[in-house]
């Protein structure tokens, strides 16, 4: 919205004090509204000089007083130019309040968001990983276009936060990205922790998350099969692509590795480790926690098949690891070659390292949670009720065979 603003400066002759003085007020008209202030000064009406809204002469007097209405109107240009860069809704009685110090100064939520994210980039790899800082960022990124497109505005007060806004912006992050449940409360939750940030730093009073729960759903961890896996490692592919995609998948299942941490894989990656074996030893970038996992002979055997591939050698990395989005489609040639009927991406493999590799086959689950990098033994759990289930439908076989048998 575009703002015009005027300021005046006048004497009040009819509030002359008994010496004859008037006091001079400052009226400021912003689009047809206007407001009045006290300057606390005052002059001898002939000593006012209409046309140039100061008084005459060039007494000390009259150049303090002067001076006096000079920072008086810097002053209301000043904030008349912050509120409207800030998108504040402008108005003479608003800047009237901040004049006279009756109006606390509003404090805009991108503005708030992007001192967050200034000070999460700083602790990057001490209490934030570099995927939680990216992550700040790309929701303040979705932030600034939601604010755009509903509210025609590139920032918004904090205090005109409710929980009406937060309603709005999950809905926009459901229908123009298709985030769902999971995914949509990462972002309320990253929201949510800058709410508080402001709280806590006096920009906000009121909490509007108060009343507003972010829960994630519980997610059905897909995995291979033991069968399954064996028909991939076992599969002849005559495409190279394939072949390369299908190994660096196997490699997953058997490491835990998750995309970024496998794109980071390097010679440096590798060391001996306790039992005199390659072990992968490394920093999560996700998580920043340290994680170490002993190499099994078929991912060991991957890693040999690529140590003297021209193209490895050349990029310094030790498997061909395309991006994500590559390795996920070609996953789903490879299921359908396979005869797989599930959704195979290179997440999967991590969940099939856990469920499929480690825990179905005795490893402690404190042990896998080492291997993951899971900073909580909580969210390795998940894994072992995927486990349980499993043994669950294994057993009700076992009691169905044993009831047809005893029938």
């Not at 010679?267 to 998580?287: C, D, H, L, Q, V």
């Not at 900073?375 to 998940?382: D, F, M, P, V, Y």
């Amino acid at each position: 919205m575009e703002y015009d603003l005027s300021i005046l400066f006048y004497t009040k002759t009819s509030k002359k004090d008994k010496k004859g003085k008037a006091p001079i007020y400052c009226r400021i008209t912003v689009n047809g509204g206007r407001a009045e202030i006290s300057t606390n000064e005052k002059t001898e009406p002939d000593k006012w000089d209409r046309a140039t809204q100061r008084m005459k002469g060039r007494s000390e007097l009259v150049k303090t007083t002067n001076n006096h209405l000079d920072v008086i109107e810097s002053k209301i240009k000043r904030l008349f130019n912050r509120s409207t860069e800030e998108d504040e809704e402008v108005s003479a009685e608003m800047l009237k309040d901040l004049m006279i110090g009756k109006r606390k100064k509003r404090y805009c939520l991108v503005k708030i968001f992007e001192e967050n994210n200034e000070l999460t980039k700083q602790q990057q790899g001490q209490k934030y990983s570099k995927s939680t800082v990216r992550q700040y960022g790309t929701t303040l990124k979705r932030l600034k276009e939601f604010l755009v497109e509903k509210y025609g505005k590139t920032d918004l007060e904090m205090d005109k936060l409710d929980i009406n806004f937060i309603r709005r912006f999950e809905i926009f992050l459901r229908t123009k990205y298709k985030n769902g449940d999971n995914t949509a409360m990462k972002y309320l939750k990253q929201l949510k922790k800058v709410v508080h940030y402001a709280i806590d730093m006096g920009y906000l009073d009121k909490d509007p998350f108060r009343s507003y729960s972010t829960p994630f759903s519980e997610v059905n961890r897909g995995y291979l099969t033991a069968d399954e896996l064996i028909k991939i490692e076992e599969k002849k592919f005559r495409i190279t692509r394939l072949d390369q995609v299908r190994d660096v998948f196997v490699f997953v299942c058997y490491t835990g590795l998750s995309y970024s941490d496998l794109k980071q894989l390097k010679a440096g990656s590798i060391s001996k480790g306790i039992n005199g074996k390659n072990w992968i030893i490394y920093e999560r970038e996700k998580t920043g926690v340290r994680a170490s996992i002993p190499l099994l002979p078929p991912a060991q055997a991957i890693l040999d098949k690529y140590k003297d591939d021209p193209v490895c050698i050349a990029d310094g990395i030790l498997l061909p690891v395309k991006s994500n989005q590559k390795l996920n489609s070609y996953l789903s040639e490879i299921a359908e070659l396979c005869e797989i009927d599930k959704h195979i991406t290179m997440h999967l493999g991590r969940h099939t390292f856990a469920t499929t590799v480690t825990l179905t086959n005795g490893v402690p689950i404190e042990t896998v949670q080492k291997m993951l990098g899971h900073k909580n033994l909580s969210t390795t759990q998940i894994y072992s009720k995927v486990v349980d289930t499993k043994i669950s439908e294994d057993m009700s076989k076992v009691e169905d065979r044993l009831k047809s048998q005893t029938g």
